[in-house]
């Protein structure tokens, strides 16, 4: 038997409702008890892990990454990406199916099942595609990808333009008990916008990318969300009005739920002054009063999730004139110290953060194994609440470097990863 | 004279007392361009890249003779005859151009932003030569001096800036500059063509034209691009020119003195009448001879001092 006691850390769980400094005793991967163990329960080899001064909470799952395996592996692959995630602090993480080929059917998802094993890192949940190759004209195969490991579906990176398909993806998906993940945006809208429609995009002379463009596209998909009273989720939440109709929708106790990523609760339209590609992502970065409404989001619940939207782009993509480049920002290794500002600014507690980054993602994908319970896998992460850094983007894990966050003084980040009882990242 | 910095590459950047010092110093090298041997040395010894990534006749033409006259030697490159097509990206156009050691780069390019790009990439200065719709600030300070000659100031002008304000970087660029000398400027068009948020530039804005052509001592008039059609940002050529157009008509509420501008190419019919281009008040040619002024000024400023 393999024992690993985890010493005298602050658990947070908002899943069993932990708070407090305690000792977690991990046997064989899974976990054993919570509280100071009995003397003889605990061998005299156990490693021991001091965890004082330290934050414990389940492993974190960023429910929202492009791994770009297969097809762009010089961008990232599942390796990569498992590495960068390990070193932010998650356990676990969803890749988008926007890769070449798409992953709208069972040999790409066992491919990327079969690099995930081999990384041997985080918990890699593949998402399916809504529709076939992305092209948004036909369903692809739910049946067939839920066999093969999809948590999700989605089109992510486009939206579902045809109300129908929308209609019948999110119906015949409740058939599988399968997510569907909107990725929503009107493409007529948003046209060739490439930063957000307003007083900077007029200043820089950019094509924008209206507000509505984000938020008729909520609005459609929950009309339709309640037509079908199927599951919703809405990625990358960035409007005030998209905040707005989804508490809205909740307060009528429709099953929708949202997520929104760090660089909209951290970031306002203002960064891409002087033409920053890296601060290019879609959706855009908007303005402060969006930003104060994903703020208000995430601290009344209408916002569920914080996930990073992982999007690794190379100076390829990248160093190129404005309306040129790649839409993305990398974030499996900022996304928690941005997340532990939200704390430090008093938008949320530590475990209303937990539960975005930990408990809120596993329910919503149905995992099975949620928070620090005996018998569930021993998924964890420790956090140095304390540990100044500066964000040095040529540190990454990541194959990638396309962050608009380099060279910020963050306090707090992961010390610790463990997945299954492995630590598969720990601080040097 | 000269200029303390390395980039010509927006209005927005430069101060009140560095356009004083353009507009003066392009003031007194226009009198070289009447001269019958119309050359000094001022620039000999000095290369300059015109690097035009978009079609432009009279900017390109303008920027040329400005340099040629100043003795310096040009090179002109255009997108078709260059490895753009090839698919060489900018930062390595700018990289291999770099390696030649060019004094002053001149760019025009169809992205905003990309002579910022090229000019954090180069020792050479950079002029902007128009990017996107994002700025053009020679043809603002052309516009400038025309407007200082005419009207002896620039301050407490009204000045009417009339069509696509959202897609125009003479526009931007002009309500910055005359923003910035104390001008006031409103901008009248189409709600369509007035881009979110520009009354944060500086200017007021109205959906009739008549309301700005009223008191305004200047007014310019911006190019319509049918491409815009498509787009929705107008029904059709007819009803933007019965509309929004500058007709005879509407030039009967205007001051006495008014004076009309238009950056070119017009579009005879559409946003101007033919006999208001060719009117008594039109001053477009003059903006054509004070371009070469201006630019001779900037290369001037730039480039003939010690850096």
């Known amino acids: 038997m393999r024992q690993t006691l985890i010493k005298g850390g602050h658990v947070i769980d908002p899943e069993t409702s932990v708070d407090g400094v305690t000792d977690i005793l991990v046997e064989d991967g899974k976990i054993a008890s919570i509280g100071k163990p009995k003397a003889k329960r605990t061998k005299t080899k156990a ?132 997510l569907v993940i909107a990725h929503c945006e009107d493409r007529n809208l948003t046209a060739n916008g490439v930063m957000n429609e307003g ?24 009309a339709l969300c309640e037509l079908v009273k199927a599951p919703l989720h809405i990625a990358h939440v960035s409007t005030d009005g998209s905040v707005r109709l989804i508490r809205e929708a909740k307060a009528r106790g429709l099953p929708v739920t949202a997520e929104t990523a760090p660089h909209y609760f951290s970031l306002t339209e203002e960064a891409v002054l002087n033409y920053d590609t890296n601060a290019k992502v879609h959706p855009p970065l908007r303005t402060a009063k969006d930003r104060e409404a994903i703020r208000l ?63 809120n993602p596993a329910r919503i994908l149905n995992i099975a194994h949620i928070g620090l319970k005996p018998g569930n896998p021993a998924d964890l992460t420790i956090i140095d609440p304390e540990k100044k850094f500066t964000i040095d983007a040529n540190t990454f894990r990541s194959k990638s470097r396309n962050t608009p966050f380099n060279g910020c003084e963050l306090k707090g980040k992961a010390v610790l990863t463990m997945v299954a009882g492995n630590v598969v990242f720990r601080e040097a | 004279m000269t200029l303390s910095k390395k980039d010509i590459l927006e209005m927005g950047s430069l101060s009140v007392e560095e356009i004083q010092v ?25 290369t300059i890249i015109h690097f035009f990534y978009e079609p432009s006749t009279r900017t390109r033409t303008s920027f040329e003779i400005a340099a040629k006259r100043l003795s310096a030697d040009t090179v002109s490159i255009s997108a078709s005859t260059s490895s753009i097509v ?22 025009r390019h169809r992205a905003a932003g990309a002579p910022h790009l090229l000019a954090r990439l180069v020792e050479a200065s950079v002029i ?23 009207k002896g100031r620039i301050a407490g002008l009204r000045i009417a800036i009339m069509g696509d304000i959202a897609h125009s970087r003479v526009a931007r660029s002009n309500i910055v500059g005359f923003t910035k000398m104390g001008a006031k400027v409103i901008l009248a068009g189409p709600p369509t063509m007035i881009p979110m948020g520009v009354e944060a530039l500086g200017a007021n804005v109205t959906y009739h034209v008549e309301e700005a052509i009223k008191d305004a001592d200047v007014i310019m ?29 509407r030039m009967a509420g205007a001051k006495e003195d008014v004076l009309i501008m238009h950056p070119g190419p017009i579009n005879r019919g559409v946003e101007i009448a033919p006999e208001v281009a060719e009117g008594p008040y039109s001053v477009i040619l003059e903006q054509v001879a004070n371009g070469v002024a201006i630019r001779m000024a900037l290369l001037y400023l730039l480039l003939g001092g010690p850096r």
């Open chain 1, 47 to 178: 490693e021991v892990i001091d965890a004082s001064g330290r934050i414990v909470t389940p492993g974190l799952i960023d429910m929202h990454v492009h791994l770009r395996e297969p097809g762009h592996e010089y961008k990232e692959t599942v390796e990569t990406g498992c590495l960068a995630a390990a070193h932010g602090g998650f356990t676990a993480i969803c890749c988008m199916p926007n890769t070449d080929p798409v992953n709208d059917n069972q040999s790409v998802t066992d491919y990327i099942l079969k690099k995930a094993r081999i990384a041997d890192t985080v918990r890699v949940y593949p998402v399916g595609a809504i529709s076939r190759g992305l092209r948004g004209e036909s369903l692809s195969d739910f049946g067939e990808l839920k066999a093969a490991g999809v948590v999700a579906l989605s089109d992510d990176g486009n939206p579902v333009m045809n109300a129908q398909l929308m209609r019948r993806a999110l119906e015949y998906a409740k058939g599988f008990n399968l």
């Open chain 1, 199 to 222: 007083v900077t995009a007029t200043q820089l002379g950019l094509l924008g990318v209206p507000n509505a463009g984000e938020t008729v596209m909520v609005a459609r998909d929950i």
């Open chain 1, 297 to 359: 989001g995430l601290a009344d619940g209408t916002i569920d999730v914080i996930a990073s939207d992982h999007a690794p782009h190379t100076s390829i993509e990248k160093d190129l004139e404005f309306d040129q480049a790649a839409n993305g920002i990398i974030g499996l290794e900022t996304s928690l110290p941005l997340c532990l500002q939200l704390v430090e600014m008093g938008v949320m507690d530590l475990t209303g953060l937990v539960a975005k980054m930990s408990m």
């Open chain 2, 22 to 46: 353009i507009l003066k110093t392009a003031e007194t090298l226009k009198e070289i361009s009447t001269r019958p041997i119309k050359k000094v040395p001022t620039l000999r010894g000095k």
């Open chain 2, 86 to 107: 090839k698919g060489e990206t900018l930062v390595d156009t700018a990289k291999n151009l770099e390696a030649m050691n060019p004094d002053a780069i001149v760019v």
């Open chain 2, 128 to 150: 902007n030569a128009g990017d996107g719709m994002h700025a053009h600030p020679t043809q603002g300070l052309l516009d400038m001096m025309t407007v200082r000659e005419k």
């Open chain 2, 221 to 249: 008039v911006l190019r319509i691009q049918k491409e815009r059609q498509q787009a929705f940002l107008f029904p059709s050529e007819r009803e933007y020119a019965q509309c929004y157009g500058l007709t005879r008509e």
